[in-house]
């Protein structure tokens, strides 16, 4: 996987945010302050046009610009949690030029150790880990079983749209949504949702590429 299909990754990312915008808000609207969609639209936008504007030159690269850019764009608790995993995913690559699976499995399990750092939400807390936790471990698993990068990319995926479902049951323990107590419980998670979509984003970027 070349810089091309993470860079592919991240436009597609931005394009599927957009589409999907006022769905995250709606569910940001039921058990939060109605941002998610706008906040997110907002940074991928930005990330699409410092992408554009000066095209970095690494699979690595191309994650720190994105992880940088959302930190510096996106108000809300999803700007630093998003590009503090974005900014751990491209350290983690390092500089190398063709990112095979085993360094991806890496990238996405820092990606996630850097969102428990900063936000310290553990599974079942119905956030964003949710669906990042199962989804990197299920990943991490199929390769290290020597799975092809189809299977295991939809394994990840699979593993992230079941933890996004699961979050609707979850009464929410961190973020804005722990507010409402029991009253979380019965609405999926914006972050959740918006982190699936971000990774069947990867899936289609790397299976679309020749
Ligand atoms: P805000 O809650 O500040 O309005 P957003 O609406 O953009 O920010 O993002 C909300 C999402 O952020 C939640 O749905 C949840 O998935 C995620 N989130 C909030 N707090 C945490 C945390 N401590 N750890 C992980 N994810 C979190
Ligand atoms: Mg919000």
Redesign the pocket.
């Known amino acids: 996987m070349d810089t091309d299909v993470f860079r592919a990754w991240i436009t597609d990312i931005a394009t599927v945010i957009r589409e999907q915008r006022d769905h995250l808000t709606q569910l940001?609207a039921a058990i939060?302050?109605a941002?998610?969609g706008a906040?997110l639209d907002r940074g991928f936008t930005a990330v699409a046009a410092a992408l554009e504007a000066d095209p970095p030159a690494s699979p690595g690269a191309v994650l720190t610009l994105t992880g940088r850019t959302l930190i510096s764009k996106v108000g809300?608790?999803?700007g630093p949690?998003y590009g503090t995993a974005f900014r751990r995913a491209g350290k983690s690559l390092g500089d190398t030029s063709d990112v095979d699976l085993t360094a991806l499995a890496a990238a996405l399990e820092a990606a996630l150790g850097g969102?428990q750092q900063l936000?310290?939400?553990k599974e079942g807390d119905k956030?964003?880990?949710d669906v990042l936790a199962p989804a990197t471990s299920a990943f991490s698993k199929a390769v290290a079983e020597g799975q092809s990068a189809a299977d295991a990319l939809g394994a990840l995926v699979a593993a992230a749209q079941a933890g996004a479902e699961a979050t609707v049951s979850m009464q929410a323990l961190?973020?804005?949504?722990s507010y409402l107590g029991p009253r979380s419980v019965g609405h999926e998670?914006?972050?959740?949702a918006s982190s699936a979509l971000i990774l069947a984003a990867l899936r289609d970027a790397v299976l679309a590429s020749p």
Do not use: C, Q, Y
Not at 189 to 192: K, T
């Open positions: 940001d939060g302050d941002d998610h906040n809300g608790a999803s949690l969102i936000g310290a939400a956030t964003m880990v961190k973020g804005r949504a998670d914006p972050g959740a």
